[in-house]
DNA sequence: AGGAACGTTGACAGCGCTACCAGCAACGAC
DNA sequence: GTCGTTGCTGGTAGCGCTGTCAACGTTCCT
């Protein structure tokens, strides 16, 4: 059984150097580059890995070369579903690549992330991806003298530090606006939660198009830090509806809070949209499944994730993309919950997931 | 500003000594096990490092030790809610400590988790947090011979390899069933998705309570292998109806199907709970703000991932728990979507469940 | 033929840290 | 007073790998 554990399982270079006949140092290149080798050494040496099991030691290799194969990621929550499906992209384009990631959680809360930063800095990774514009000055700093790839991911703004991927998340929240004027809707609310920076500007947007309209009124804007929930959609909307009864749309900063809206005016016997109008923001799966289907603002969370993990490697090996700012955009997903404004109450029927008509725009940023 | 970036930022351990008039080794000592050093030369130390702003190099360390400070962490999925509250509880209880978490994906392959495995092992990991009891023969091997504490989580069963931290799945699921026989349903249907080990667990506890109450029919049982999502909860139960339209439950193996069996019911105008009841698991949070709130079987996983990080860490530095497996269990919640049958098909007014607002049930549209 | 250019290989010297063991002072037991 | 014991400190010798540079053989040019 312990056939292989002789001494502490440890199998070097040197050893599969000596089985192959070539140097060690000849077998470190075949694993960082083979084709500088003859074709008849890399087989010998590749042969001799293979039988002997070699694993190179990260920590040697590391220390050797001063530098690591880490991709440090920083993002700000683990609960929140936007995440996971960014990650996941990040965790699907570094499979297969020689990196590893490194993830670390900010807490939406921008000291932290520079406390993170200087740890990661200090460990040489071999590239960075950080959530979102709003670092500190200090964080910026470190980041501009960092010596290795980043990208900016989940919107994109002015003067990247390095590479950026993400959309406009004012450019969206105005084009979901839009869409409720469009069907007719005039006093429309705004749901939002945690307010980031990135909820933040969806609000932005929302308040300056509803400013275009003549139509703001800051009684219509119903916010809170507390992280976001389906229950906090629903309290939220409590608070709205006892300052303006007469709303007859909600804009909601996410889609959980969408949720916890329809689900309210369901207790409350509100048609929806006959009564009032929801629209919600990151398309997350249920949306197209709830009762009445609900609209919202599609964003590319898997892509966003996966393109800057790509990009990233490609930086990290010297192919830098000839766009360092990639706009993701968005599309507003109209669904039944935000129906051309009817005058009888009962909820529009039609099949679950009946065809999306859907908005698309790059998120145009001036 | 620029100031300590003389070369290339890098201030070294011997630095450090030589500010604080020591030697390396007790420099050293210092970071490791301050203990042992005189108060003197501590603070010497101290002060030069914060002085210098030191940063370990870890990757000198690691070699010079033989043993990194990583968790390996193999979980089989990223988009799963259910596991990002474990990573969450797993992150926090790694945060403030030396040790940083390395998170890999096994997608549910138990041959990719193999692959990973053997990978992990390699680079000597502090310790290792793996999900569930099915690893492959070789898997098993390896973790049984790997030479640091490992914690199996979501589930226990018989033969740990070395820690565990979970619950009974088959019971949780025979729970929910007992729950919904007391209610008076009788005619319970099942719906499961990606059919993993635990799901197929609680399958199992669903059947076996079935057949003990000699209510079984393998007609009620509608499974796919397809990922979970709300959509699905929706299709599945539109073929579990198809076959069996006379069910008065349904017990579906997670809350998103759950939810899309809801909102299926409300396409359909059938009455929850009057016509069918409904039940999910995990007891995810927008369960208890669902109309009608949604009864659920209450998963400890937060507290699951952090206890399993704690406990592992624990051993790490030698604590062994007296405990090595820890059944965390699970609690039915109990909320309006499975409220006792009735002969009318208007549902319950009940001010169970959370969000306890006395709230008229919606009836269906008429 | 001579030499430059290229492709391939190897020797050497660390990377920054820690394991191991030796040394030294202070103290108490006999 | 001698010896062991304890507590603290330092020297030495690597951990396993790669950067650098030199050396070699081959090809291609003039």
């Known amino acids: 059984?312990?056939?292989?554990?002789?001494?502490?399982?440890?199998?070097?270079?040197?050893?599969?150097?000596?089985?192959?006949?070539?140097?060690?140092?000849?077998?470190?290149?075949?694993?960082?580059n083979p084709e500088a080798l003859s074709v008849a050494k890399r087989t010998r040496v590749e042969s001799a890995a293979k039988e002997l099991g070699y694993v190179p030691n990260l920590a040697a290799r590391a220390l050797a070369s001063q530098r690591t194969e880490v991709i440090g990621?920083?993002?700000?929550?683990?609960?929140?579903?936007?995440?996971?499906?960014?990650?996941?992209?990040?965790?699907?384009?570094?499979?297969?690549?020689?990196?590893?990631?490194?993830?670390?959680?900010?807490?939406?809360?921008?000291?932290q992330e520079e406390k993170l930063l200087r740890l990661f800095l200090a460990q040489k990774p071999a590239g960075l991806i950080v959530t979102g514009i709003d670092q500190t000055a200090e964080s910026r700093a470190m980041l501009q003298a960092a010596d290795c790839p980043i990208v900016q991911i989940m919107e994109i703004g002015p003067d990247p530090v390095d590479m950026m991927i993400g959309f406009s998340h004012y450019d969206a929240a105005r084009a979901a606006v839009a869409h409720l004027f469009?069907?007719?809707?005039?006093?429309?609310?705004?749901?939002?939660?945690?307010?980031?920076?990135r909820v933040q500007?969806?609000?932005?947007?929302?308040?300056?198009?509803?400013?275009?309209?003549?139509?703001?009124?800051?009684?219509?804007?119903?916010?809170?830090?507390?992280?976001t929930s389906v229950t906090l959609g629903g309290a939220l909307f409590t608070d709205l509806l006892a300052r303006e009864p007469d709303i007859d749309a909600v804009f909601c900063a996410n889609d959980d809070l969408a949720l916890g809206v329809l689900f309210e005016c369901r207790r409350r016997e509100i048609a929806v949209p006959g009564q009032i109008a929801i629209v919600g923001f990151n398309d997350l799966e249920f949306m197209a499944s709830a009762v009445p289907t609900l609209t919202s603002v599609r964003t590319n969370r898997y892509e966003m994730g996966k393109t800057a993990a790509t990009m990233l490697i490609e930086a990290i090996e010297g192919r830098r993309p000839e766009q360092?700012?990639?706009?993701?955009?968005?599309?507003?997903?109209e669904r039944q919950s935000s129906s051309a404004r009817r005058s009888d109450s009962r909820p529009a029927v039609s099949g679950a997931?009946?065809?999306?008509?859907?908005?698309?725009?790059?998120?145009?940023h001036d």
Do not use: C, W
């Open 324 to 333: 360092p700012v990639l706009d993701l955009g968005f599309k507003v997903i």
């Open 1 to 32: 059984m312990g056939r292989k554990r002789t001494k502490s399982g440890k199998i070097r270079l040197a050893e599969v150097a000596e089985l192959a006949g070539v140097s060690p140092i000849t077998a470190s290149r075949f694993f960082r």
């Open 182 to 197: 469009e069907q007719g809707h005039r006093k429309i609310g705004f749901v939002g939660a945690r307010m980031d920076p």
């Open 73 to 111: 990621v920083l993002i700000p929550s683990l609960t929140n579903n936007v995440f996971s499906d960014v990650l996941r992209g990040i965790y699907d384009a570094s499979e297969g690549s020689r990196y590893s990631i490194q993830l670390s959680n900010t807490r939406y809360s921008i000291l």
């Open 353 to 364: 997931g009946a065809a999306n008509k859907m908005i698309a725009l790059p998120s145009s």
């Open 201 to 227: 500007r969806r609000m932005d947007g929302y308040v300056s198009s509803m400013k275009d309209a003549a139509l703001f009124d800051q009684r219509l804007v119903v916010t809170t830090a507390t992280p």
